[in-house]
């Protein structure tokens, strides 16, 4: 406690077990105490003026006032053969090391004499030390005598009294669970949490930060993991507070901020926090559901339930989280929730209606209320009143937890939603003081029991379709309505449009390809059906027994088979798959013990898992004739092949739709990564660099050239193909304001030419790097319209309506029209033909209402019958594209956007 840094960290420093009052459980030992010491793992040593003791590569201090009782031993002997004066100059650092202020205190001039002291007494010892044959003798053999001898038990008691004389507890790892007195990032013991509500904490904490941004090298700032903060709104305030002094801005908010929080499906992002918005997990989820047949979820929950032999009505999200969360409570985190009833059982013993709950009730209590919360946290406040939000999730919470824990006291579940509500009386500034933190660190905890009950354990275990099972997606929302995805892009517009749109980050669990392949399953659940259950018939002899059950079982083969579909690589040759079988023996090893079921981390089960890769390495042999690869191959081709599209156009909205577009690392091409750590692998850069380098070179694309190519005398447009093609570029020498119409058509020819290329080469992923290139120099172009540009849904009709989605971005007199294809396994069955023409698309068309969209546009209301409202120019072909003019509407045939190209990008002329 009388460390400078104490008060930088949450530490409990009286926890329910006395034994580690004033201490700091430090759980780091692979084996208990006893036996670790008596091995000789930890041993003591000095090195110029220090003690030191060791445990592998972790070295941790001995305090200075305890190295009395190490110097102590044998110093009558050493008198006999040391000079006098050193072995008195030993005598007086034993007696300031006996003398030092206590540890205990919390004084801020003893803390200081004590930190000024003990480097004195440091300096001395191993100034004594180095200048004395017979000290530096006397304390080797001292440090050995502490460090023991094997086969001798007694011989360890100095040591081990040392150690316990220590402000730490060396403990078994497995002990943090239960006993932990600090808190920590999630369930990891080495990174312990900060106090950064402390302002002299965030001060220092910030530091390097706040130079950043002083010197503008930093713009703005992205805050992970906000719900871990005491106080997120004082937190993000405090952050503007400090930008405007720095920036010399005065504001509420000049720095950009964004922040890592994961709401649940119709949970708003608090509306005073001052931040642009999310990282952009609520919009990839969103995004992600476009491409989600909700006709299937009937037909594949049925099938998940039959293939894993499980009754259609167990298989309840809600209740495996719940069973999850618990089990993360019971595992992993049992130490924090009993510091936290510890705490509430302190504010109980205030008040004589509350002091009889025992310990264990309000323990347990805490539990099932936690387990129950349907969102990640709160943010209730000591100084402000409880939001109707929060109001709402902690009455929710309490009423599930009395449902599912109908045995528990109902008055430990009333004084529990009453100390959340702040409606307890409080009658002293102790009470007060008590309640706050409460709520504070009730709060802090919600979040990471969340996170690893969710997102570590039931979105490993309920496989009903792998692509919802995303940080910050709902697995039990099975696709989204074009009119409620307009909905949500409209609001996000008008309350964060400066958010990040993302589709990939360091968190997510599958890359943003393979979740575009995945959803491919949903429009074809019959073919889905068909082939699971052959796979399962013709693999079904590779499974191994280990204890009496099958590995894998039904559940984890169901995730098997969706892994391989979505995660095959385009290119399988040679060494890619060999790359690849590594890279899923580790990723099934890893998901195995993130569900919990048959292996954990705590306690693998290397039989189990090994039966699995087993299993797995049968299935993909392709030593011999495999029936499965004979199946398989066919079927995921067919679904790699629909993903892309679902790809180019999941990847058009990002791009396009309120929001700032956020690419993560290596993302520029086809991303079929699963979670970390093959997410975070060493990215081909040069590769990247090199077509990037290819799109952009001579292309004017800052310069109105690709989207308004008649008004320039001399026009240059680029238009890149695929593979190791040169790029093909075309100068035309026009004549007045206009090109000739056969000039005009070469060039289009040539552009749609180098498209074709691009879609036969499109397992290289340079297509995707197209539309990435072409579309943000559009973007730049009319940075307005998608800065400040409202939000309008474009209607579709016709056959296909519904494979259509569609929305134009308008503002200062521009309009552009974003246009891509959904659920189009229907309009293609043999998987080969692509989506494109009048063949695929027939009478479908995109409908806007002409007089509404040039008022968003402009502010006023005008003629939609002028010719600049009806003519556009495609972003990817160049070509011109003339709406129709119907009862007040444009129409734009949808076989005409796509004629050329998958996805369309309309620029307003």
Not at 19 to 43: C, F, M, S, T, V
Not at 179 to 189: A, G, K, P, T
Not at 853 to 877: I, K, L, M
Request: charged letters at 25%; glycine letters at 6%; hydrophobic letters at 40%.
């Amino acid at each position: 406690p009388s460390s400078r840094y104490a008060h930088f960290f949450d530490i409990e420093w009286h926890p329910v077990k006395d034994e580690l009052a004033d201490k700091l459980l430090i759980p780091i030992l692979g084996d208990q105490y006893g036996a670790a010491l008596e091995q000789q793992e930890l041993r003591l040593s000095y090195t110029d003026g220090n003690f030191t003791v060791q445990y592998s590569d972790v070295v941790l201090p001995i305090a200075p006032d305890t190295y009395a009782s190490i110097l102590m031993v044998g110093l009558e002997d050493l008198a006999t053969r040391a000079p006098v004066a050193e072995v008195d100059e030993l005598h007086s650092v034993v007696t300031a090391c006996i003398n030092l202020p206590s540890r205990r205190t919390r004084e801020a001039d003893q803390i200081a004499t004590r930190a000024r002291e003990k480097e004195i007494i440091k300096r001395r010892l191993g100034a004594l030390v180095d200048s004395s044959d017979a000290i530096r003798a006397y304390l080797a053999a001292t440090v050995a005598r502490f460090n023991g001898s094997a086969g001798q038990p007694r011989s360890f008691d100095l040591l081990d009294q040392l150690l316990n004389d220590q402000s730490y507890r060396l403990a078994y790892w497995r002990v943090a669970s239960e006993e932990i007195n600090y808190r920590r990032f999630f369930d990891v013991n080495d990174l312990a949490a900060l106090r950064v509500e402390d302002p002299a904490v965030f001060e220092e904490v910030h530091r390097f930060v706040f130079d950043l941004v002083r010197r503008r090298a930093a713009t703005g700032l992205r805050v992970d993991h906000v719900d871990g903060l005491y106080a997120p709104a004082d937190y993000l305030r405090r952050l503007q507070r400090r930008a405007a002094e720095l920036l010399d801005r005065p504001s509420d908010h000049p720095l950009f901020i964004v922040v890592e929080k994961i709401l649940g499906p119709d949970e708003p992002l608090p509306a005073e926090w001052p931040v642009n918005g999310t990282t952009g997990y609520d919009f990839s989820a969103v995004v992600n559901n476009i491409f989600v047949d909700r006709r299937s979820e009937r037909a594949l929950t049925n099938l998940y339930a039959r293939f894993i032999r499980e009754r259609r009505e167990r298989l309840s999200f809600a209740d495996l989280a719940y069973r999850s969360k618990k089990q993360v409570l019971h595992e992993t985190m049992s130490g924090d929730i009993n510091s936290l009833g510890h705490q509430l059982n302190r504010y109980s013993e205030r008040n004589r209606h509350f002091r009889d709950f025992t310990l264990y009730s309000l323990i347990s209590t805490i539990k099932e209320v936690i387990a129950c919360f349907p969102v990640y946290r709160t943010y209730v406040t000591e100084d402000g009143p409880v939001s109707e939000r929060d109001h709402q999730y902690i009455v929710e919470a309490i009423r599930s937890a009395r449902q599912r824990a109908p045995g528990f006291t109902s008055v430990v579940f009333d004084f529990i939603e009453r100390v959340l509500l702040k409606t307890t009386a409080v009658t002293t500034p102790e009470e007060c003081s008590e309640r706050a933190r409460f709520i504070g660190k009730f709060q802090q905890i919600t979040s990471p029991i969340a996170a690893k009950g969710i997102e570590d354990t039931a979105l490993y275990v309920y496989n009903r379709l792998l692509s919802l099972n995303e940080v910050g997606s709902d697995p039990t929302r099975f696709g989204l309505e074009p009119a409620a995805v307009h909905e949500w892009m409209a609001d996000r517009q008008q309350r964060w449009p400066t958010a990040l749109s993302t589709l990939s980050t360091h968190d997510s669990k599958r890359g943003e390809d393979m979740r575009a392949r995945l959803n491919v399953l949903s429009e074809i659940p019959g073919a889905w059906k068909a082939a699971v259950t052959k796979w399962r018939s013709v693999n079904r002899r590779f499974k191994t027994e280990v204890r009496g059950a099958p590995a894998p079982d039904g559940n984890e083969e169901y995730f098997l088979y969706q892994t391989l579909v979505g995660a095959w690589p385009f290119d399988i040759s040679g060494d890619a798959f060999d790359d690849f079988r590594r890279r899923l023996d580790g990723y099934l090893v890893k998901a195995l013990r993130e569900a919990k079921v048959h292996t954990t981390w705590l306690s693998p089960n290397e039989t189990y898992e090994a039966a699995v890769l087993r299993f797995a390495a049968a299935i993909l042999n392709r030593d011999r004739a495999n029936p499965f690869l004979q199946s398989f191959l066919p079927f995921q081709a067919r679904v790699a092949e629909l993903g892309i599209y679902n790809s180019l156009s999941q990847l058009l909205i990002k791009i396009t739709a309120p929001g700032v577009p956020d690419f993560y690392q290596g993302t520029e091409l086809w991303d079929l990564t699963l979670v970390d750590p093959d997410n975070r692998r060493q990215v081909a850069y040069d590769t990247r660099r090199r077509f990037f380098a290819e799109i952009r070179a001579d292309d004017d694309t800052d310069a109105p050239a690709l989207l308004e190519w008649e008004e320039h005398d001399v026009a240059r447009e680029m238009v890149a193909v695929g593979g190791s093609k040169p790029l093909v570029r075309v100068a035309a020498q026009h004549n007045g304001s206009g090109a000739s119409a056969a000039v005009a058509s070469d060039r289009l020819k040539v552009r749609t030419d180098a498209l074709t290329d691009l879609l036969e080469q499109r397992p290289n992923g340079h297509i995707k790097m197209f539309v990435i290139a072409r579309a943000l120099a559009a973007r730049r172009h009319l940075q307005d319209v998608y800065e400040l540009g409202a939000y309008i849904p474009i209607q579709t009709a016709g056959t296909r309506r519904d494979s259509v989605f569609a929305f134009a971005r308008a503002y200062g007199g521009r309009m552009a029209i974003t246009c891509v294809p959904r659920l189009i396994a229907s309009l293609v069955p043999n998987g080969t033909t692509r989506p494109l023409g009048r063949a695929v698309w027939t009478d479908t068309t995109l409908e806007l209402d002409a007089g509404a969209a040039q008022g968003r546009a402009t502010g006023s209301p005008r003629d939609s019958n002028t010719a600049e409202w009806r003519r556009f120019r495609d972003v990817f072909s160049g070509a011109i594209v003339e709406a129709d003019v119907r009862e007040g509407r444009f129409v734009l045939p949808a076989s005409t956007l796509f004629e050329h190209f998958p996805v369309a990008l309309l620029i307003g002329m």
